[in-house]
């Protein structure tokens, strides 16, 4: 098995530091630049994305013409609930906001998702791709792919915030041949 997973370009909303949750937001220009220089980068390997705005036009941008993209609402973001839409600035200083950050793994994000339910549901979608296919590509979000590498780095989602993966950061991720565990590594783009 062997795959790609990218972190979906910037948004306006990411420029303006806002919780985006659901909200469909489009890439930022600067996002668009960055989809695009994934192009001819990749293989033309089928593409399971979020079908989120940002994901979908995030792998749109990259795939080669004729390349399937299948959209697969398991590979959202997290549900924040009625957080979606308020400045990190605003809620830093709440007493909700300090639980999640110290608790991230017990936390469940007002009228939202848990972590834990975050996990359950992209891992599940990671798991069946691994199943039918021996290459894919996986286009989904920040918390939802750091959910992922907790699980298969074998971390507490306690540890989540450890993890920096910065608007189109992509990872290869791969049996590792001599001891059969998998491998996950940053893919660096060369300019």
């Not at 848990?114 to 918390?143: M, N, T």
Request: glycine share 6%; hydrophobic share 40%.
């Amino acid at each position: 098995m062997e795959c790609y997973v990218i972190r979906h370009a910037e948004t306006v909303l990411n420029r303006k530091n806002v919780l985006q949750g659901w909200a469909d937001a489009p890439l930022s220009d600067n996002g668009m630049i960055q989809a695009m220089k994934l192009a001819g980068v990749l293989p033309s390997w089928p593409i399971f994305s979020s079908d989120l705005k940002r994901a979908l036009h995030t792998a749109e941008l990259f795939a080669v013409p004729g390349q399937r993209i299948q959209p697969d609402a398991r590979l959202r973001e997290i549900h924040v609930g009625v957080w979606q839409g308020l400045s990190k600035e605003r809620l830093r200083h709440t007493s909700l906001w300090q639980r999640y950050q110290r608790s991230p793994s017990s936390f469940r994000f007002p009228g939202g998702e848990s972590l834990k339910d975050l996990q359950y549901r992209i891992v599940g979608a990671f798991q069946e791709y691994q199943e039918r296919l021996d290459h894919f590509i996986i286009v989904s979000h920040r918390l939802a792919i750091k959910s992922l590498l907790c699980h298969l780095q074998g971390w507490s989602l306690d540890q989540i915030h450890q993890i920096d993966l910065p608007n189109a950061a992509v990872l290869h991720i791969y049996n590792d041949c001599d001891d059969h565990q998998l491998s996950i590594k940053p893919f660096i783009l060369h300019d």
